[in-house]
């Protein structure tokens, strides 16, 4: 089975400044990474997804993800957070012999501050 | 655009009492999905239909049950239900190698 672990469960950060979560899974097959946002009281809405191809992959909102193999990591990352990206962030994985179970991470709560 | 949609949003449930949360999905997909979100712990897998006529067990299976009615519904049965199913519900569903879509959640409180 597969698992994810996201190391902070809160990041606060200034308005402006950049900003990385991070993010790590287990598995013995490959893999398929996501991300999801939430904002309060909603369900959950896809950043971005990395299934194949380029490690670099770009999503929606200026945030962007990048797949390290060797670090088994998938970490999420914007140059410059604005107020409105204050949610919780989720990273997910599923593999190439179940790509339809999803295992999520506890989520990352990022706080922006003015 | 509907989606993939929950009812009811919020419930509160007094011990003991069974429920029926309900989900339906218009995208045509396979795979539907119940979680449930409780702080700390992120999104854990209840239960999961891979299609029609399946479903499986996943990470928290205990005090729940399931039924994938047809293709576009999947709902989620508390027979009796307890304090600690307390939690927000997240209904999903996914298609062919495409990322989960979600629901908006159903607020479930047990007193």
């Known amino acids: 089975a597969q698992s994810v672990t996201q190391l902070d469960s809160q990041v606060p950060v200034f308005e402006e400044a950049p900003v990385e979560l991070r993010c790590n899974y287990s598995s013995s097959v490959s893999v398929y990474l996501f991300w999801y946002v939430q904002y309060p009281n909603q369900g959950l809405q896809l950043l971005l997804k990395?299934?194949?191809?380029?490690?670099l992959v770009k999503g929606i909102n200026g945030f962007e993800a990048e797949f390290n193999k060797s670090q088994t990591s998938f970490h999420l990352r914007k140059p410059s957070v604005h107020i409105s990206d204050t949610a919780e962030y989720f990273c997910?994985?599923?593999?190439?012999?179940?790509?339809?179970?999803?295992?999520f991470g506890s989520g990352t709560k990022l706080n922006v501050k003015p | 655009n509907a989606g993939v949609t929950q009812t009811p949003k919020f419930q509160v449930l007094k011990t003991g009492q069974s429920m029926t949360l309900q989900c339906a999905q218009d995208?045509?997909?396979?795979?539907m999905y119940w979680y449930r979100q409780d702080p700390g712990m992120g999104l854990r897998l209840i239960y999961y239909?891979?299609?029609?006529?399946?479903?499986d067990k996943g990470e928290v299976p205990n005090g729940y049950n399931v039924s994938r009615l047809n293709k576009r519904e999947f709902s989620l049965r508390l027979e009796s239900a307890a304090p600690s199913q307390t939690s927000v519900y997240f209904c999903?569903?996914?298609?062919?190698?495409?990322?989960?879509?979600f629901g908006q959640g159903t607020r479930l409180t047990v007193v």
């Open positions: 990395y299934l194949s191809g380029s490690t």
């Open positions: 995208m045509n997909h396979n795979s």
């Open positions: 999903a569903s996914s298609g062919q190698e495409t990322e989960a879509f």
């Open positions: 239909s891979a299609s029609e006529g399946t479903t």
């Open positions: 997910a994985v599923s593999s190439q012999y179940n790509f339809n179970k999803f295992y």
